[in-house]
């Protein structure tokens, strides 16, 4: 018998001390180090006082896993998952069990950080090649981005890319086929209009009537016709204009590639591609381009170099085109992409084979034609003659037929005057065809599927135009059919996972991107078939379980950031940044002051708030830093003062990108007001402000949150992420609607930002989990122990390597910045170096030469024990002696193991070996390293040659033979 309490007995249960890292032993021992009282007294010296937030937000309490996973069950069960025939880029399929459970729902896989450290992400960087060579094949064209954040955004990209590279430089003027998804044109319209571009949407035959830049075609349309657009694609090129087509890439496997018609741009979903529809996403957009675009590309390229053994080996090609460097010169503000997704699409095509992928696509166009024929005999005739999975009918009795539909738990597609269409997918059965029949017939009509099957065979009547039929091979390549037994995919899979560290191996402490626990619980409902299988377009009365949860999380969220109002839009931080100033530049104008133009960035800014502010035409003026890192007052005073007539906003991170509490931040917003702008606060850094200080609090106006950094959302290798915006409530009537989903009436006239109405829906049950788990406690401890934990980390390694900026107190607040230039001066070992040795330690780098060129920016968050801490302190100090030794002439700079990192095991079986250090320094430098040994499959990687040969498909089949 204790004499403990139930209370007592009872944490045992509470998910907090789970989720952050150091107990409080640790806590205790690292205060003490830093010479603090307490937490919350180091918070205190830390937080300016005229930010802080007198209580604790007012969100619930922390629940139980049990108990926060059982009441999120009663909410999905609100949702009403009908039999969806909608399509319109969003289709029924089956994920195969082998990807769900070792991709998708796989920490190997889903924790991942964006591969910028190619040497430890192998894994997922063949996949990504896989999946760019799947697209070229698919889509006939010769270069493949590595995945867009969905349909309607690609489409936008392609428009983007059209007005760089057309050469009827005098037209400003965007031909859209008015048969293209409907989402996909609203996306297209805003994005034109914030570019000062024209669009018009017309019938596609009318194309050849236009002075156009460029044109976008659906192939098939969205009413599922199937059509030769040649003489369309050809009409556009008599322009010198750029021709764009959005395909659906099941209907690839069997037509004939957009490519070998002429396309110079062929974007759309790999969604069907086995990724379930989640309301709408995450799912992966490809793009696909004719080599001589490639500088032009938007997003990121996997390309093929070699290492300095020169091994084949994958990086991100030409990096020096990002955002990150190029900032408002970039071709997109494209940061967080669809990794995950895109891997899980390359996954279910390696998987199925050419063989397997086109009896799935012969099956669903089969199903199409019986049901075709079907309703034809009983003189139903479907609007086209050709079309491969969809089927539009004219209908005098339509609401009697969706009324039948709803009956049975179906939905057709009903948002054309009179028309209902039918989209078919893999996960159509003969028995969902009968179904079909009594809806669009009524009972009584006596059809059978299998005769209907036998007749079509012996008419041998082909609903795909002779022309279109698809004659070149796809997915040629060893890779495509080599892994098509449970067994063998498994193993494929598990061997990539193997080449790559994510967090299940090590901290991933890159500054500015959180990379924090994301809990198991947290992620068990994103494959609950309430959440998964629900399309976008359903009607909002079947979704009441997401409506429920979105509004839900919108109502914390819009307490934890101190706004009025939130968009779930944006499917990316970047594309948050879009939104929010898409909003700036509306209220601007509903003001009649649509000349504001100016957009004011401090230079530490991230790449893609330049990129941004691009894309809705703002001028940037950049803003500078003083010594310290933090805006220089006095400059903003006299730009603000000088701009006002124009000023349009300021855009600013806070904390600063140099990881401090700027004391100022309030006058930086009050100056800009006083002038005339509004305040964009990047809120990429929320992991240093939920519950002790928030941006409505401290005066700016619009804020978009990564909820795949501060909530959560794990990072998928690259994506998927969400950037929902808060507002004030001015800025409200301007966030973005939806033409289909009609969610708020005031809304829906104001363009849309992604294709679907709540981004990526299916994965914010992520960060309402992480909210409903830590409750009102719980997200404020985060942000106190995330800043701990860095303030440890960073009193640690100042023993070691001068840190760049702290406040005034010698201070930072959630992420350090370690200055290696020194260094690199007295030795000319580079932060380059240090990254790469950090590998043989088991470690991913911290964020690199961001926001400053030769420096670490180290981002521990609170989900580190200081073990982990340790660990990585260890090794921090241990490559400081290294590069002493560099220093005091012991190894040369050419011949250490700093500048030889990282080591692989064909180093340490290299017979050769004759290095000036031993094998044992090269790859188990400290105990720890060797206890836990994280082999890197490649050694460094020489990227000028990668780019200066790019090569953006997979190894021929030859160099694939020799390397077995
Ligand atoms: C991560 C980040 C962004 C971009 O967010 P994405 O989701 O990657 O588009 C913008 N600003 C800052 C400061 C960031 O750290």
Known sequence: ??????????????????????????????????????????????????????????IEESKTEVKALSDLKAVA??????????????????????????????????????????????????????????????????????????????????????????????????FVADNVYPQTIDVVKLRADMFGFDVIVAPANTVAEHDVFGALFQYPSATGEVADITSLIDAVHDKKAIAAVAADIMSLVMLKAPGEL?????????????????????????????DKYKRSMPGRIIGVSRDTRGKDALRMAMQTREQHIRREKANSNICTAQVLLANMAAFYAVYHG???????????????????LGTATNGVQAIHEHYFDTLTFKLANKDEVVARALAVDVNLRTDVDGHVSVSLDETTTREDVAVLFDVLLGEGHGLDVAALDAKIIECGHSSIPPSLVRESAILTHPVFNSYHSETEMLRYIKKLENKDLALNHSMISLGSCTMKLNAT?????????????????????????????????????????????????????????????????????????????ICLIPSSAHGTNPASAQMVSMKVVVVDCDKNGNVDMADLKAKAEELADNLSCIMITYPSTHGV????????????????????????????????????????????????????????????????????????????????????????????????????????????????????????????????NANYLAHKLSEHFPILYTGNNGRVAHECIVDLRPIKEASGITEMDVAKRLMDYGFHAPTMSFPVAGTLMIEPTESEAKVELDRFIEA????????????????????????????????????????????????????????????????RIDDVYGDRNLICSCPAVETYIDAE
């Open 1 to 58: 018998m204790t004499n403990r309490t139930l209370a007592d007995l009872e944490q045992n249960q509470e998910f907090i001390r789970r989720h952050i890292g150091p107990d409080a032993e640790q806590t205790k021992a690292m205060l003490a180090e830093i010479n603090a009282d307490s937490v919350d007294a180091l918070i205190d010296e830390i937080v300016p006082a005229d930010i802080r937030l007198a209580d604790l937000p007012n």
């Open 262 to 290: 002429g396309a110079d741009v062929v974007i759309g979903s790999s969604q069907r591609f086995g990724v379930p529809m989640g309301y709408g996403g995450p799912h992966a957009a490809f793009f696909t381009t004719s």
């Open 876 to 939: 921090m100090t241990s490559i400081r002696e290294e590069i002493r030794k560099v220093e005091q002439g012991q190894w040369t700079v050419e011949d250490n193991p700093l500048a030889n990192a990282p080591h692989t095991l064909d180093d340490i079986t290299d017979a050769n070996w004759n290095r000036a250090y031993s094998v044992q320094e090269a790859v188990f430098p400290v105990p720890a390293a060797a206890a836990n040994k994280f082999w890197p499959t490649v050694n």
């Open 77 to 174: 069960s609100l949702n009403k998952v009908n039999k969806s025939y909608i399509g319109l880029g969003y289709y029924g399929t089956l994920t195969p069990n082998v990807i769900l459970r070792n991709v998708l729902e796989n920490p190997g896989w889903y924790t991942a950080y964006t591969p910028y450290q190619p040497e430890i992400a192998q894994g997922r960087l063949e996949s990504l090649l896989n999946y760019q060579q799947m697209c070229l094949d698919l889509t006939g064209l010769d270069l493949a981005s590595a995945s867009l954040l969905d349909e309607g955004t690609a489409a936008a990209e392609a428009m983007a890319l059209a007005k760089r590279v057309s050469k009827n430089k005098k037209s400003n003027l965007f």
């Open 661 to 788: 509490y700027e004391e100022t931040i309030k006058d930086i917003c009050d100056i800009v007001h006083a002038n005339g702008g509004q305040v964009y606060l990047d809120g990429a850094n929320m992991n240093a402000q939920v519950g002790i200080t928030s941006p409505g609090f401290i005066g700016a106006d619009v804020s978009h949150l990564n909820l795949h950094k501060t909530f959560a959302i794990p990072h998928g290798g690259g994506g998927p992420g969400m950037g929902p915006i808060g507002v004030k409530s001015h800025l409200a009537p301007f966030l973005p609607g939806h033409k289909l989903v009609d969610f708020n009436n005031e809304l829906q006239g104001n363009g849309a930002i992604s294709a679907a109405p709540f981004g990526s829906a299916g994965i914010l049950c992520i960060s309402y989990l992480y909210i409903a788990l830590l409750g009102k406690q719980g997200v404020t401890d985060s942000t106190k122990y995330a800043i701990t």
């Open 354 to 372: 050419p063989q397997g992928l086109k009896t799935i696509a012969e099956r669903i166009h089969r199903l199409t034609d019986i049901l075709c």
């Open 521 to 597: 619980a947290q992620m068990i409902p994103v494959s609950w078939p309430e959440f998964a299988n629900m399309h976008p377009f359903a009607p909002l009365d079947q979704a009441q379980g997401y409506k429920s949860m979105i509004d839900e999380l919108g109502k914390w969220l819009v307490e934890l950031t101190g706004y009025d109002d939130i968009s779930m839009q944006p499917n990316s931080g970047a594309q948050g940044e879009y939104a929010g100033l898409v909003a700036i530049q509306k209220y601007h104008e509903s003001r009649g002051e649509g000349h504001r133009n």
